[in-house]
């Protein structure tokens, strides 16, 4: 678990470099769909928590999908803060 934890660290911190490299930036989306995203995220992140011990592949693929929802929040939303890059 501690192992799938890490990897999704390393994804989320190489696409808040890329995102950094952006000059100009406007959200895409509005604060009520970040909030539902963020919602989706944590509960992903969660079930793949409970996964990993016995079902570590289901468990990969949701942190995949929970990884891609915090990416949409900072590329489409604009949101660069400690909670959504940890």
Do not use: C
């Not at 930036?25 to 409970?50: C, G, R, W």
């Not at 011990?53 to 489409?76: G, N």
Request: hydrophobic fraction near 45%; charged fraction near 25%.
């Amino acid at each position: 678990m501690l192992r799938h934890i890490h990897i999704i660290v390393i994804i989320v911190m190489a696409l808040l470099q890329v995102a950094g490299l952006k000059s100009v930036y406007s959200a895409t989306i509005d604060k009520a769909q970040v909030s539902a995203l963020y919602d989706e995220a944590k509960d992903l992140f969660k079930k793949a928590d409970e996964a990993s011990v016995r079902y570590p592949q289901e468990a990969q693929s949701l942190y995949a999908k929970a990884a891609m929802r915090y990416e949409r929040i900072i590329r489409d939303g604009g949101i660069y803060n400690g909670k959504i890059f940890y």
